[in-house]
């Protein structure tokens, strides 16, 4: 990282440890949880997708959160916590927009001003959420650099903090970038894997024997994952195939790539071999980032979890496949979980849990052109 910003990310590490356990801040962050994002979200066990796949499904509903994803989770706790240290001015960087979109909310109602950052081409796919974000007062900046993705509008959110550090904060949206980044968006995302243990005791009189969410940064994933990890559950993390791993067009950085240093912290991540990061692609502008959390990466190296992969089309047929058989749009990148559970039948043994992370809305344009409907 910049040896300007190390002063920041100590204060704020210093301030998490300090804050994050006392009464005083749960019991805030509980209250916005419960009466402003609509937590507990639901356990929904989906029947008729259960009778295709052979084996009992359950979604955890994070779509149903306010603002359509699992996001506001961890933009609620750090809006809090950047009071609390006096910031009055928040950036965030953003690729499906669900981020900058959570963001932009919780600095709505908190009174903070907001600056997204997100990639030129991810505005095209996702004009939806740009509207949202602007129409709750934040500025959107578009990048052009680079591959105009996640990765540079990370890039750009990182030039800014450095240029106005001492009065801003910056709300990374998944579990990647230095210390204590992955730490903070775990703590506020394993809310999901808390709620969804609970609820598949009282459901199911168990736990689940598998537990599934897409991965892109790892943020939906982590948090579920995070509440699992001393159960004999196995865990399993789908990132995005693209137009096939064998075309080098995808996001597998889990699958495919090797350790590397992005953003300040070490993860595996897509580059070539001199160490240069490599484009990414996917249907799923979530999921198309070339690193990935560094707690994910250890998971990986130490078996406790696994990572697979699914294509572009597999992840479009599941989206259709689970609004046919349910009543329910995911997010395409919700989608590649969907698309792990179809690819398994006959090897899976249920129940499986599924991260719902978010709901379709903003995919509809993309799907809906892609699937000709």
């Known amino acids: 990282m910049p040896e300007t910003l190390v002063p920041a990310l100590d204060e704020l590490a210093a301030a998490f440890d300090s804050l994050w356990p006392t009464p005083e801040f749960q019991a805030e962050l509980r209250g916005y949880l419960t009466e402003y994002a609509g937590r507990p979200t639901p356990l929904t066990h989906l029947k008729r997708a259960s009778e295709d796949l052979g084996f009992d499904l359950y979604a955890k509903r994070e779509d149903l959160c306010h603002t359509g994803a699992h996001k506001i989770n961890n933009a609620l706790a750090q809006a809090i916590l950047a009071r609390r240290m006096g910031k009055r001015r928040i950036i965030a960087e953003t690729g499906a927009g669900q981020h900058g979109v959570a963001t932009a909310t919780a600095c709505a109602l908190f009174g903070l001003q907001c600056v997204v950052y997100m990639g030129e081409e991810d505005v095209q796919r996702q004009a939806l959420n740009v509207f949202r974000m602007r129409l709750m007062g934040a500025e959107v900046i578009r990048v052009t650099s680079g591959t105009r993705t996640l990765k540079d509008a ?36 394993r809310v999901i894997g808390d709620e969804a243990r609970r609820q598949m005791l009282k459901i199911t009189g168990r736990l689940p024997s598998v537990a599934v969410a897409c991965v892109g940064g790892g943020s939906n994933a982590i948090g579920l994952f995070a509440a699992f990890l001393d159960d004999p559950v196995r865990l399993v993390g789908v990132e995005a195939a693209g137009e096939g791993i064998e075309k080098g067009r995808h996001a597998a950085t889990l699958v495919a790539g090797s350790p590397g240093v992005l953003h300040g912290s070490a993860s595996y991540l897509l580059q070539d071999g001199d160490g240069q990061v490599l484009p990414t ?9 070339p690193g990935v959390g560094p707690e994910h990466s250890y998971l990986k190296e130490t078996g406790r979890a696994e990572y697979a992969s699914a294509t572009d089309r597999e992840a479009l047929e599941a989206f259709r496949w689970l609004a046919e058989r349910e009543g329910i749009v995911p997010a395409l990148e919700t989608a590649h979980a969907f698309a792990f559970c179809r690819a398994q039948v006959g090897q899976l043994a249920g129940p499986v849990l ?8 903003k995919d509809i344009e993309t799907a809906s052109r892609l699937l000709a409907l």
């Open 154 to 189: 990370t890039n750009e959110a990182m030039r800014d903090w450095v240029t106005n550090v001492r009065t801003t904060h910056y709300i990374i949206g998944s579990c990647v970038g230095p210390h204590p980044y992955p730490k903070i968006v775990r703590e506020s995302q």
């Open 281 to 289: 692609h996917s249907v799923s502008a979530g999921l198309d980032y």
């Open 354 to 361: 599924v991260n719902l992370s978010g709901r379709g809305d």
